[in-house]
């Protein structure tokens, strides 16, 4: 998966750089920047129970589109609305296990490969927007800042030992998740930042020891914008 990732990363630099290279007609005042974005990032679980360790890479995938909408004249400050995809894993040495429909989570030491949670959601960003850009400039800064609306439409379980590998729906994952984000950067690499305000899992979910699992996300990655 990361060699996939990195490959992914390559592609997107190479076509970032020719969208930015792409004429503008310079006669058109009312120029927007509508974009296609792609991103990748790491998830950092804040907040964790005790005991429990993050493991393997983390990974945020992203892609959607953003409406701009300016305020000014110059057209360089405005708003951005957008509706966009994005799958996340989350590795960690959780364990978690379903029977008759109950969900039991308990601290792994060993014995086991991976275990991880898994989120695919529809987003909706909101972004206040300001950047360097003219009708004719194609290399510009930019600062994007705002939140970000997600409904997991698929949350699920694995856990991965020696021995067996088990999956399944998991419905303690928060169907609803918000957060703030920015963006910012200059010409085709960007670094993307997201902060969640609400837990990965629903409020009464905790470990074997009575814990609860109150974890929040933390996302860095790069986002490239597509013309």
């Known amino acids: 998966m990361r060699n996939y990732l990195f490959l992914l990363c390559y592609l997107l630099f190479c076509l970032g750089i020719k969208a930015q290279e792409s004429p503008k007609a310079v006669e058109d005042d009312k120029y927007l920047e509508d974009q296609f ?16 360790v993050q493991s ?25 609305l957008g509706l966009g995809y994005a799958t996340n894993s989350y590795y960690s040495n959780i364990g978690a296990s379903k029977t008759d429909n109950v969900i039991a989570y308990e601290v792994l030491t060993s014995d086991y490969k991976r275990s991880k949670f898994e989120t695919h ?22 600062i994007y800042a705002g939140v970000k609306l997600g409904y997991v439409f698929s949350g ?7 021995s067996n590998t088990t999956a399944f729906s998991n419905d303690d994952i928060q169907n609803l998740q918000y957060g703030l984000q920015l963006n910012f950067g200059y010409n085709t690499w960007n670094i993307h930042a997201y902060y969640g305000l609400n837990p990965l899992l ?11 699992i109150t974890m929040g996300i933390l996302r860095i990655g790069v986002i490239f914008y597509i013309l």
């Open 37 to 52: 974005y792609v991103g990748l990032g790491f998830n950092l679980l804040l907040e964790k129970p005790s005991n429990i």
């Open 56 to 80: 393997s890479l983390s990974y945020s995938v992203q892609t959607g589109f953003i409406k701009d909408i300016p305020f000014n004249q110059k057209r360089n400050f405005g708003l951005g």
């Open 202 to 212: 629903k409020d009464d979910v905790g470990i074997e020891s009575g814990e609860l």
């Open 121 to 142: 959601a529809i987003e909706i960003p909101l972004e206040l927007r300001w950047r360097t850009s003219t009708v004719d400039e194609y290399k510009f800064w930019r």
């Open 156 to 162: 699920r379980s694995k856990l991965v030992t020696d």
